[in-house]
């Protein structure tokens, strides 16, 4: 028997809700949002507002034939793009939570005893969690990201059938599907990555508090922020969590980023238009992104952290 699998298809089963049912309901949300959307710009019944040289109301009208195709692609792929931030603050939101207490319940519940009577080490079972948080969760958001933005592209295409368009013109041959999708993958991992000190950091707290482990989590880190501003006047720990939760940012935002700068080269009369994301904002690009030493240090400390909630719950009382 494959031990490892067993213990993922448990933390699979144990937290459906959280890596399976919630992103599906945000999708049933995404696709009727822009259904309603679709319905609106459709009749014209939007105010327009202006960006630089263009304005919303003919950026969105794909069926317009009088609108340049490269003006297409952007706002058919800046959709595609835009539409997943909402699974990417929710499984930022069901990670936290899962890594808190995935040390913690089954000691809590003794069930830990149990598992401790099973022929399954300590480190496969910590490694199990850290592999659900940071591998599969994200794998299974991403299935679900694709297939919603795979909908929204029918949803799309029925609309312009009603309104006799071309369908495979104005829509799929400017959405750069499977690029956005490898795109958006690469980005979710990517950011993954930027969390393992976060990661490392909440399956530590998990292993080792006996009590509320929310107040053991948050509560240390303002403190050690706060007497750090007051004692030594410097900012350390703050810029270091800053720059990870940054490093996450600039992760999922890379594929936009890459998508602003591509365009505004295509067409230079934009390009004060998307000056603040594409060179004032200068994010890196995933290449750059693995040679910064602060993303290398983040993953070696989270590392440390994650072999210290192994060697935790092997040594320690099994329950309380």
């Not at 299935?143 to 295409?157: G, R």
Request: hydrophobic share 55%; glycine share 6%; charged share 15%.
């Amino acid at each position: 028997m494959n031990t490892f699998g067993t213990l993922l298809k448990r933390e699979f089963w144990e937290n459906k809700t959280g890596f399976f049912w919630v992103p599906l309901v945000i999708t049933g949300i995404t696709l009727f949002t822009a259904i309603l959307g679709l319905i609106i710009v459709s009749n014209g019944n939007i105010e327009t507002v202006r960006y630089g040289s263009h304005d919303l109301s003919s950026l969105f009208k794909l069926y317009d034939v009088s609108v340049d195709n490269d003006i297409k692609a952007f706002a058919t792929q800046s959709a595609l793009y835009s539409a997943v931030y909402s699974y990417y603050m929710v499984l930022g939101i069901v990670g936290f939570f899962y890594c808190l207490g995935s040390l913690y319940d089954d000691r809590k519940d003794k069930s830990i005893l149990f598992w401790k009577s099973m022929p399954v080490s300590d480190a496969q079972t910590v490694l199990s969690k850290v592999v659900s948080v940071a591998i599969i969760a994200p794998f299974i958001y991403w299935l679900v990201i694709v297939a919603t933005n795979l909908s929204m592209l029918i949803i799309a295409t029925i609309f312009a059938w009603v309104s006799d368009v071309n369908a495979w013109t104005t829509l799929w041959a400017n959405s750069g599907f499977i690029k956005v999708s490898l795109y958006q993958l690469a980005a979710i991992y990517m950011a993954m990555l930027w969390a393992i000190p976060f990661i490392g950091y909440l399956l530590l707290v998990s292993s080792w508090t006996k009590k509320v482990p929310f107040l053991v989590a948050t509560v240390p880190p303002v403190l050690v922020i706060i007497a750090e501003g007051m004692i030594f006047k410097t900012g350390h720990v703050i810029s270091f969590l800053g720059e990870k939760i940054f490093g996450v940012v600039q992760a999922l935002i890379a594929p936009f980023n890459s998508l602003a700068k591509e365009f505004s080269q295509k067409r230079a009369e934009v390009e004060d238009d998307l000056s603040f994301i594409a060179d004032e904002l200068e994010f890196m690009n995933f290449g750059q992104q693995l040679s910064d030493a602060g993303f290398w240090i983040g993953v070696i400390l989270g590392a440390a952290m994650i072999g210290a909630a192994i060697y935790i719950r092997r040594f320690r009382d099994e329950a309380f």
